[in-house]
């Protein structure tokens, strides 16, 4: 079984989410048992509203429990930063053409939210940024064709 790099961050949301279903789940089972005194079971919607509640509850938890079982949590901040980009830094690149400036830091998958200036260690900028050095120009190959990026700041935060 293979490890799969996570951040604390990541980890500490998984860990808060899975204890949020945990505590959903005697809320569920105490309405499944309400709805089981309504009578017959085969016309009981609110039964089988909560059956299906109760194992949509049941797969994430075993999703989420899974996941906190092969994650390996890096944590950037007890590291020496070296210039060197790796998994869990935030990295500040400079758009060779446009001088756009971006700020990305390189997550898990499940944490990934490009919105929020988080990418997947598995993507393609972040697959052309790993093992790069602070200053170094790096072209990436994306969906709208090939960029070239300075990365202009390394932080391990």
Do not use: W
Request: hydrophobic residues 35%.
């Amino acid at each position: 079984m293979d490890k799969v790099p996570m951040t604390v961050r990541g980890e500490k949301l998984l860990r808060d989410e899975l204890e949020t279903l945990m505590k959903r789940r005697p809320i569920i089972s105490q309405a499944i048992g309400e709805a089981r005194e309504l009578g017959d079971l085969k016309e009981n919607a609110e039964y089988h509203a909560a059956r299906e509640e109760q194992g949509i509850c049941e797969a994430q938890i075993r999703d989420i429990e899974y996941k906190l079982s092969v994650a390996q949590v890096i944590d950037v901040t007890k590291m020496e930063n070296t210039g060197k980009v790796i998994f869990g830094v935030t990295v500040t690149l400079i758009d060779v053409d446009t001088e756009d400036e971006v700020q990305y830091q390189i997550v898990g998958d499940d944490e990934a939210d490009i919105k929020a200036g988080r990418i997947s260690v598995n993507s393609p900028i972040a697959r052309g940024l790993i093992g790069k050095m602070l200053d170094d120009e790096v072209t990436i190959t994306t969906p709208g064709g090939q960029k070239e990026f300075e990365i202009t700041e390394v932080e391990y935060v």
